[in-house]
């Protein structure tokens, strides 16, 4: 899809906006909630569910502070 091996393997019961979520948070660690919400069309609150998401299922953490760190897409 996006030519990241990694993300694509992930993507097994992942709805869209978190594919897109991940391609953007592999591309770019330091992204911020606001420039996801752009890129992917939904609201900030929808990003932050999303995160919420990821994170449960093991498939995203979050390096460093709220601002100035970085999201590290998880290798399973």
Known sequence: ???????DELVDGLVETQILMLH???ENP????????????ISTNAIDKNIVSLKKKGLLK??????????????K
């Not at 899809?1 to 993300?7: A, K, Q, R, S, T």
């Not at 330091?30 to 069309?41: F, L």
Request: hydrophobic residues 40%; aromatic residues 6%.
């Open 30 to 41: 330091p992204v911020s909630k606001r420039e996801m919400a752009e890129s992917v069309g």
């Open 62 to 75: 979050r390096i460093g502070p709220d601002k100035g760190g970085m999201w590290k897409v998880v290798d």
């Open 24 to 26: 953007l948070m592999k």
């Open 1 to 7: 899809m996006f030519g990241d091996g990694l993300v």
